[in-house]
């Protein structure tokens, strides 16, 4: 590698560290709102948050380094135009795409690794992560009394509360129903009370003040009703979620798989979807239809859509007709209502259903597949459009980063926008998460080929002189 290149990758080492610590620290404020809760709400250990924390990183480094990319891209050769150096280096002969070239280079190497991350190190953090919050999950917090809402989670005592001063812990208008085997329940009624914690939060007092006790005599023998009046009484309560249980769970969501996971998935269901459409096929054509859309078409007529909203769900049609698992339908034709059983039409229906089902599900894994290189891709779309953009603002610092992360949060919009549609089965997978890189690859290359001069930029018009009328 020459001076030059090594020179302008050296440029972006600091931006590049820069805004990775930025987009982490904005990823992070979000999360860090439920740590805090589960800290003081729940009364998680420092060491349990820490450990939630430190997983839920793994996410966040995978969004974080294609917009680090692109910030440190738009905040070198921002600079370099700014202080003139890109004019001294076409001045001097050197073309820019030689200049481009060493961070496209850097970009591919980073792609390669984000790649690998996304497969082996990100579905193990999110697995351990989704474990962790489970079991936290299961523990019961001591302040999480409702108000208007019987609480059963503590054992041997069924809880109501009307009014729940979280501030000050003081509830009013309680009712308890303390519970045993062997004698009906005992009645506790108090107009106020205030809830106390143990410091290791595995019990729980409640001190009631002004209320009453009533008690039912445990069997029909005796005839006698005690009612017992008190101005504080005190309530020791076990809170069966004060120790956190860690389990291991076995099975794993679409985000905590590897390629391999789910591509076994895939197959599996592919699977399945063969036998349920066969099964569908062979119910169809014993009543007498070629196809499901023919079934639909003769027991629910409807009439043909028109205008602009029919135009753009024939287009979207056409669109998701090239995905993997897209079923190209025939053409409609007008079809007579044969008469069906209601069993027979209840089977079809559920067989749908069940096609339905796993065609969602095999769009869903296909997604998460497609993400896992479109994201690391992203690093190099926007080394193409990072550079341009900052030789021709010529500027740098905080507004290029902010600049940049704005530009990146379109492309996460429009990535999550694909994903939604591709779980909803109207684009395939492979155009959902691959359109936002595609467009902006586009124009990227375009305006990187125009600064290096490969293709002519537009004239502009010069400003007529202004007359000057003699005095």
């Known amino acids: 590698m ?16 820069l805004g990775f610590s930025v987009v982490i620290f904005l990823l992070t404020l979000d999360f860090l709102f439920d740590l805090v809760d589960l800290a003081v709400g729940k009364g998680i250990g420092v060491e349990i948050v820490l450990e939630m924390f430190v997983l839920s990183l793994g996410y966040m480094v995978a969004l974080a380094f294609p917009c680090a990319v692109l910030i440190a891209c738009m905040a070198t050769f921002g600079r370099l135009s700014q202080d003139n150096e890109v004019i001294a280096m076409k001045a ?24 690998l991350f996304n497969n082996h190190v990100l579905p193990e953090s999110n697995h351990a992560l989704a474990n962790l919050m489970a079991d936290v999950g299961r523990k019961r917090p001591t302040t999480q009394i ?39 329940p005992t009645t506790i009624l108090a107009d106020w009370g205030v809830i106390h914690n143990s410091p290791d939060g595995r019990f729980i007092t409640l001190e009631l003040h002004d209320g009453e006790i009533h008690e039912v005599p445990p069997n029909e023998a005796e005839r006698t009703y005690r009612r017992l ?6 309530i020791n309560i076990r809170n069966p979620g004060g120790d956190l249980e860690r389990h291991n769970r076995e099975t794993r969501g679409d985000r905590e798989m590897t390629l391999a996971m789910m591509e076994a998935n895939i197959r599996d269901l592919r699977g399945g979807l063969g036998k349920a459409v066969e099964s569908r096929n062979q119910i169809l054509d014993g009543a007498g239809y070629r196809s499901y859309d023919e079934f639909v078409r003769a027991a629910i007529p409807r009439r043909p859509e028109r205008g602009l909203a029919a135009w753009l769900r024939g287009a979207v049609h056409i669109l998701s007709s090239i995905g993997r698992f897209a079923v190209r339908n025939p053409p409609p034709t007008a ?11 209840d089977a079809i229906q559920m067989r ?17 597949v497609q993400k896992k290189f479109s994201i690391p891709a992203a690093c190099i779309v926007f080394v193409l459009v990072g550079a341009p953009l900052g030789m021709r603002a010529r500027k740098s610092g905080i507004a290029v980063a902010f600049v940049s992360i704005l530009f990146f949060v379109f492309y996460y919009l429009c990535l999550a926008g694909g994903e939604e549609l591709a779980d909803r089965r109207l684009v395939a ?8 890189n595609i467009v902006i690859g586009a124009i ?12 002519p930029r537009g004239k502009r018009r010069r400003p007529r002189p202004r007359r000057t009328t003699p005095a």
């Open 2 to 17: 020459r001076i030059l290149e090594r020179y302008v990758l050296r440029e972006h080492v600091f931006p590049f560290f």
């Open 92 to 115: 001097t002969g050197v073309n820019l795409l030689r200049i481009i070239g060493a961070p496209m280079a850097a970009s591919v190497v980073l792609a390669i690794l984000l790649v």
């Open 146 to 184: 409702t108000e208007g809402v019987f609480i059963d989670g503590f054992v041997g005592y069924n809880i109501f509360v009307e009014k729940v001063n979280s501030r000050t812990n003081e509830i009013r208008g309680i009712k308890i129903y303390q519970l045993s085997s062997n004698a009906r």
């Open 229 to 234: 009046m008190f101005k504080t009484h005190n």
């Open 335 to 345: 079809v007579a209502l044969r008469p069906i059983a209601p069993v027979t039409m």
């Open 352 to 368: 749908q259903l069940e096609i339905e089902a796993l065609e969602r599900r095999m769009n869903s894994l296909e997604v998460e």
């Open 429 to 436: 997978p492979w155009i959902a998460m691959w359109i936002p």
């Open 444 to 455: 990227g290359l375009f305006l990187t080929l125009q600064t290096a001069d490969v293709i």
